[in-house]
């Protein structure tokens, strides 16, 4: 039987103790140990995966190949946050710790940014206004071509119903001869049946996916060299 927990219980705690001493020949155990011997909430599953990683790199630490400095973990730590929480991340990361919000010397820590990441922010953005543009002139061009097919399905439509008097008209209910977006799971079976009878349906509206125009100007600013948030280049 698994035990039930919640993070109240705080357990996890002893999780993070025991991953602080973890070895490569305990590591195996300690991993199923979390993995099979609880039943996990929302919030205890996310300790589990956190505790896991921890114990594997104390435990890969303490092997002949390994012994890391000081530097050397801290670069692990960013690879870990990058790989795992933000792989597609352009631009850097920052990591502030609040504690130096207890000391003068690190004021510049909270309102700059680096020269090298303004630059990468920069040709971030003049990136992404390129490809919105792409994006909107793409969505012209399905607009035109959804518009053509249109006019033909108000045609087709007419002889459809016809055929189909079982049907309600689309002048009556046009949802009905929309294709379906979220639903609960009778309507998406009800849907599927529409499908599967060669229903006709009414020409799916494009999206247009480029970005909101605020953000594009947001975006035009940081070409523009105007350093956004009231931040200011490092000395």
């Known amino acids: 039987m698994k035990q ?7 357990i996890h705690e002893e999780w993070y103790k025991e991953a602080a001493d973890m070895t490569m020949e ?21 300790h589990a995966l956190s505790a896991g990683a921890v114990a594997t790199a104390w435990a890969m630490d303490k092997t002949p190949c390994a012994g890391i400095t000081g530097f050397q973990a801290g670069f692990v730590m960013w690879g870990f946050i990058q790989h795992w929480q933000y792989p597609h991340n352009c631009c850097g990361l920052r990591l502030l710790d609040m504690d130096n919000l207890l000391y003068p010397q690190y004021e510049d820590k909270f309102h700059t ?39 033909q399905f108000l045609v087709n439509v007419k002889q459809f119903e016809l055929q189909h008097p079982e049907y309600p008209k689309y002048e009556d209910n046009p949802e009905f001869y ?43 600013d940081i070409v523009d060299g ?9 000395d």
């Open 226 to 234: 105007k350093i956004p948030f009231g931040l200011r280049l490092e």
């Open 113 to 151: 940014i680096s020269r090298d990441t303004w630059e990468k922010v920069q040709k971030e953005a003049a990136e992404r206004i390129a490809e919105s543009r792409r994006q909107h002139e793409n969505y012209l061009l399905k607009m035109e071509q959804y518009k053509k097919e249109m006019e």
């Open 4 to 10: 039930v927990i919640t993070e109240e219980m705080k």
């Open 26 to 46: 305990k590591l195996p155990e300690f991993l199923r140990h979390l993995t099979e011997d609880y039943q996990h909430d929302y919030g205890t599953i996310c």
């Open 178 to 220: 929309q294709h379906l977006g979220a639903g609960t799971v009778e309507q998406h079976e009800e849907y599927q049946k529409k499908v599967e009878s060669g229903f006709l349906f009414e020409p799916r509206k494009p999206y247009d996916t480029s970005a909101h125009a605020a953000v594009m100007q947001h975006w035009k």
